[in-house]
């Protein structure tokens, strides 16, 4: 450092040479009241009187070096704290994304969690186990349509009451055996916790010792209840009866 006394501004393009060396100066101003102003050649701070200069000087090429480095620093002390929160926001977004893939996979149902309350229902009805049959309805209003009078049945006791109809029918027209036989779904729809789904069927049954047969479909319409499926209503659908093949 060279200390020098300080009483008027220098030329703007004043700079300094030692041998064949162009110099920078870096200007250090210590007032009187010993606060300190720095600046650099070649505009440096204005003039304090009784105020010292403090110059360091160094190779051009070595200032241009300093610059940059102050520049790089002060680019850093602002990009940083933003480069910093667009890092955290990608972050949360991506756990985000993550968490609605997750849900979204945990809340689509799969044929078989669909065809469950079906099958347990058409499984009930073939073996006449009634209590597995009716476990699989929801609770509340179920809705049945089917081809024999009423045909139509609504209410909390719809399965019951088709079921009881059912065994009246048949005695009357001489029904016995009967059996359901279903495929693989040929439509199924999922909006939220309610389904669509519509199954292939076979009616197979004796009228009066005749083996008959009803090709056709079944159509439910199914609620998740505590994360089940469960069957809201039904519809019977098929051709008339023929004799089996």
């Known amino acids: ?12 393009k004043a700079r300094l040479v030692v041998g064949q060396m162009l110099y920078h100066a870096q200007l250090r101003v210590v007032g009187p009241n010993q606060s300190v102003t720095t600046g650099c050649f070649p505009a440096p701070p204005s003039t304090i009187p009784g105020s010292r200069c403090l110059v360091r000087l160094m190779p051009r090429g070595l200032w241009q070096s300093e610059v940059k480095r102050s520049l790089l620093s002060a680019h850093s002390a602002i990009l940083r704290p933003i ?11 991506g756990v985000l994304l993550a968490s609605l893939i997750v849900s979204d996979t945990a809340l689509a149902a799969t044929t078989a969690e669909l065809t469950a309350p079906i099958h347990q229902f058409i499984d009930g009805f073939n073996t006449g186990d009634v209590k597995s049959a009716y476990a699989s309805y929801a609770s509340g209003d179920i809705t049945i349509i089917d081809e024999f009078a ?15 109809e059912y065994d009246k029918h048949a005695r009357a027209t001489g029904v016995s055996e009967g059996l359901v036989k279903y495929s693989d779904p040929t439509r199924t729809e999922v909006e939220g916790n309610v389904a669509y789904v519509v199954v292939p069927t076979v009616y197979l049954y004796k009228e009066r010792g005749q083996s008959t047969a009803e090709e056709g479909q079944m159509t439910f319409v ?5 994360g089940a499926w469960k069957i809201k209503s039904w519809t019977w659908s098929g051709v008339p009866p023929h004799p089996a093949k």
């Not at 139509?152 to 719809?158: D, L, Y």
């Open 222 to 226: 199914l609620a998740r209840v505590n």
């Open 150 to 164: 009423p045909h139509r049945w609504t209410g909390p006791k719809a399965p019951q009451e088709w079921a009881a």
């Open 1 to 12: 450092m060279i200390m020098v006394e300080h009483t008027q501004r220098p030329p703007r």
């Open 83 to 93: 480069g910093d929160y667009l890092v955290k926001m990608i972050r949360m977004t």
